[in-house]
């Protein structure tokens, strides 16, 4: 059916083909239901031998649950650089900051013991803030797809991202598996940083009331904003709206209660699938014309592959590598603190980067 075709209501809500980022089939398998197929996974891989029974790999305890989910995580970060550094455009705007980074932030963590301190904690609340903000991109994305103006409602998806995704985690079952985070000051800082686990564990219950009470009071806010903006033309993104709220539950029941103990499972699952996909529909096709595939029938599965299996490779290292090699642990921390730093500027909708 045209654009033109299309039923008056269809057009209101944005459920056209050009109300997706790539097309129906590509976005709601990659972009929309992975929040729910991930919720799925982790219930049924919950008490399996998958998820609980362990191995020794590398003299370390494992299990293949948090094998696979530590070789995508570590494998999503790295994909980031197909996009900073391999596509031209990019790296250009971007010299200084690609090239001398990554160098200074490793340095810091081989010559500093407080460096490799302060990057413990970095990681784990970035790594927070980071993923609401890839819900919050591909939601601005949507809104751009359906005909709206780049700024227009902005700042209230923003805090709405930030509220859904870090609110669950403050007031939440998972708190303090972030918050743990601090005993990384152990031996280097003063008392009141390896403290905090403690001091957050005794506030957990007023904290907790705090987030339900700011969250609900934001969401009644951003619900009644959005409708004065609608008055004003706004255009409602149905992908955009499922977007917004099957990561919002997600998150509220996975960080918030973590049911079946598989919280960064879950959560991690549906951001490296989305992330992957991204990348891959932004920078695939580069990728292939640098390797010389477009000529080949196969050229597109040769590229995913070499794509996916490049990530994979690397996420493999990363997860494997011993934790008490300094070196190796400050490599990986740097590609994820790069990861988030980069993710925070080379993708735009006002620049129409995407």
Not at 132 to 143: N, V
Not at 235 to 254: A, D, E
Not at 258 to 266: E, L, S, V, Y
Request: proline share 4%; aromatic share 14%; net charge positive.
């Amino acid at each position: 059916m045209s654009a033109r075709a299309e039923p008056a209501s269809a057009a209101l809500l944005g459920v056209g083909r050009a109300a997706y980022i790539v097309g129906p089939l590509y976005d709601w398998a990659f972009f929309l239901l992975p929040p729910l197929v991930a919720l799925a996974a982790g219930a049924l891989i919950a008490g399996t031998p998958f998820a609980d029974a362990t191995f020794r790999l590398h003299g370390e305890k494992v299990t293949w649950a948090g094998l696979f989910i530590g070789t995508l995580i570590h494998g999503h970060l790295a994909a980031v650089l197909l996009r900073s550094h391999g596509n031209a455009d990019v790296f250009r705007r971007h010299r200084l900051r690609f090239l001398v980074a990554p160098v200074a932030l490793f340095a810091a963590m081989m010559l500093s013991m407080w460096a490799v301190a302060c990057v413990s904690v970095l990681v784990v609340f970035w790594d927070v803030y980071h993923s609401a903000l890839q819900t919050f991109g591909l939601g601005r994305i949507y809104d751009a797809r359906a005909g709206n103006a780049p700024a227009l409602g902005r700042r209230l998806d923003l805090w709405l991202n930030l509220v859904l995704y870090a609110g669950p985690i403050l007031g939440g079952a998972t708190m303090l598996l972030h918050f743990q985070s601090f005993d990384a000051f152990e031996g280097v800082g003063p008392a009141f940083f390896t403290a905090v686990p403690a001091l957050m564990t005794s506030s957990h219950r007023v904290i907790s009331w705090a987030v339900i009470a700011a969250g609900t009071s934001y969401l009644v806010y951003y619900a009644l904003a959005y409708r004065a903006i609608c008055r004003r033309g706004y255009r409602v993104s149905f992908p955009k709206v499922w977007l917004l709220v099957s990561t919002g539950l997600c998150s509220i029941y996975t960080w918030g209660f973590n049911p079946w103990g598989q919280a960064f499972f879950i959560m991690n699952l549906f951001h490296a699938v989305q992330y992957l996909a991204l990348v891959w529909w932004s920078e695939g096709g580069r990728l292939r014309r640098r390797l010389r595939l477009d000529a080949l029938r196969a050229g597109t599965p040769i590229a995913v592959a070499l794509f996916l299996g490049g990530v994979l490779v690397y996420g493999v290292w990363a997860e494997l590598a011993p934790a008490d090699d300094r070196a190796l642990w400050s490599i990986t921390q740097t590609v994820a603190l790069m990861h988030f730093w980069y993710d925070g500027f080379i993708w735009s909708v006002t620049r129409k980067q995407v």
